[in-house]
């Protein structure tokens, strides 16, 4: 399985800020990651597929980037609304493997 | 509008089997995309658990390939997952969603299993 390294676990921002969340794969995945926001109780929400193709209706504040084994998504601007938990999943390789996790609180 | 909604026991027991439906409407399983079943973890851990395609060929994560078993049911526009011999290890929230690679955009609201005696 491909082993997923996401960081930091645990994100504090003020609103406005700029915050970046990365995640480090075992092998290149070919740039097949996925990134999800999900608020407590609610199912995840796709943000960006394929490393950086944004989601319709998803704000542009929204960013992602990487090739081979690193790959980052940045929030902009951050805003209330974005407090989350946001998840990487690679869909290289069966089986998908998803990372641990960032939770984004405010400062 | 596209919509999938999970629903099974919110309990069970070890040992026993956990099955859960996932009902689509909006859009027809047999029409294309793959048809996934995802569970979160108390400690929220996320683990792909697998998928039946529009053409019925499924795909198992193998961490679970020996109790999992993923059905449709085409004519009420279903598809299941049955996952046998639980153990309290299960006890998470399931989520279907509709994936084409990824999970996308579509995906029920998860329903929370305990197994517990």
């Known amino acids: 399985d491909i082993q997923m390294t996401q960081s930091p676990p645990s994100l504090s921002a003020s609103l406005g800020d700029k915050v970046t969340i990365t995640c480090q794969t075992s092998?290149?995945?070919?740039?097949?990651i996925a990134w999800y926001q999900q608020k407590p109780g609610k199912a995840p929400r796709l943000l960006i597929g394929f490393t950086s193709r944004l989601v319709s209706g998803i704000p542009s504040r929204f960013s992602g980037s990487g090739s081979g084994r690193d790959y980052s998504f940045s929030i902009s601007n951050v805003e209330s609304e974005d407090i989350a938990s946001y998840y990487c999943l690679q869909y290289d390789n069966s089986p998908y493997t998803f990372g641990a996790g960032t939770k984004l609180e405010l400062k | 509008e596209i919509q999938l909604q999970e629903s099974g026991p919110g309990l069970v027991k070890p040992s026993q089997s956990l099955s859960l439906t996932c009902s689509v409407t909006?859009?027809?399983?047999?029409?294309?995309?793959?048809w996934s079943w995802i569970r979160k973890f108390p400690g929220n851990k996320m683990e792909w658990m697998g998928y039946i395609s529009y053409s019925g060929s499924t795909n198992y994560n193998p961490s679970l390939k020996s109790r999992i078993s993923i059905t449709r049911d085409t004519s009420k526009n279903q598809f299941f997952l049955q996952l046998n011999s639980v153990t309290t290890e299960d006890t998470a929230t399931y989520y279907c969603?509709?994936?084409?690679?990824?999970?996308?955009?579509?995906w029920g609201q998860g329903v929370m299993v305990t197994v517990s005696s």
């Open positions: 092998q290149n995945i070919n740039k097949y």
């Open positions: 909006g859009y027809t399983i047999t029409s294309g995309y793959d």
């Open positions: 969603a509709r994936s084409r690679g990824s999970p996308g955009a579509y």
